[in-house]
């Protein structure tokens, strides 16, 4: 997908799911969310702080919440996106019958009295920091659009890169992979994006 500018950009980019998602960000705009795009999809924040965010891929669309682990979820309508996935949530469709207007606004509304009462998970600040690989450093160091990119990725997607770079045993292999991931980290894309949207 190419990188959009607004909620309606990327709407038009998701044709498929357009009526949907329009309705979804409907219920969402009557709240006091603010309205931003983040990660080149629509993310609706309160005081600064994400609260949710809209995506739609190939078969289904939804809503994700970035603290949903603390949501009662009565209705079971959350899904966990990936087992090491600790406070992320979402909320799953593949048509628009499937939205319960009523059942979605009371999750959002949730959502953010949640926010209003600070509970979130807070990033792990100790983690260890990602080695960039010589290689992958000195061509970042050449280029500084590259590097700028490259430093907008979100810390997972950074990894990954590196460790892409890194797990080659050839020279040649190593040069192949920084070959192809230049433009994709330029574009903002992470490694697998495309296969995350299948």
């Given amino acids: 997908m190419k990188k959009v500018s607004s909620v309606e950009e990327y709407i038009e980019e998701n044709a498929h799911f357009?009526?949907?998602l329009n309705l979804l960000r409907l219920i969402i705009t009557k709240t006091e969310l603010v309205e931003n795009v983040k990660w080149n999809a629509p993310v609706y924040s309160l005081h600064g702080k994400n609260v949710l965010g809209l995506g739609a891929f190939k078969n289904h669309f939804g809503i994700w919440f970035f603290n949903g682990v603390f949501l009662k979820d009565e209705n079971n309508l959350l899904a966990n996106a990936q087992e090491k996935t600790k406070a992320l949530r979402q909320m799953r469709f593949e048509s628009i019958d499937d939205i319960n207007k009523n059942s979605v606004l009371t999750y959002i509304k949730e959502a953010i009295e949640n926010q209003k009462l600070g509970k979130e998970i807070k990033a792990d600040r100790n983690k260890k920091k990602t080695a960039i690989p010589l290689e992958l450093k000195a061509i970042l160091a050449k280029n500084q659009s590259l590097k700028s990119s490259f430093e907008n990725l979100s810390p997972y997607k950074q990894?990954?890169?590196?460790?892409?770079i890194?797990?080659?045993?050839?020279?040649?292999?190593?040069?192949?992979r920084?070959?192809?991931i230049i433009p994709m980290i330029l574009n903002g894309i992470g490694l697998n994006d495309t296969y995350k949207d299948c």
């Fill in 178 to 180: 920084l070959e192809k």
């Fill in 166 to 176: 890194a797990e080659a045993k050839r020279d040649a292999t190593k040069t192949s």
């Fill in 159 to 164: 990894r990954e890169y590196c460790d892409y």
């Fill in 18 to 20: 357009a009526e949907a």
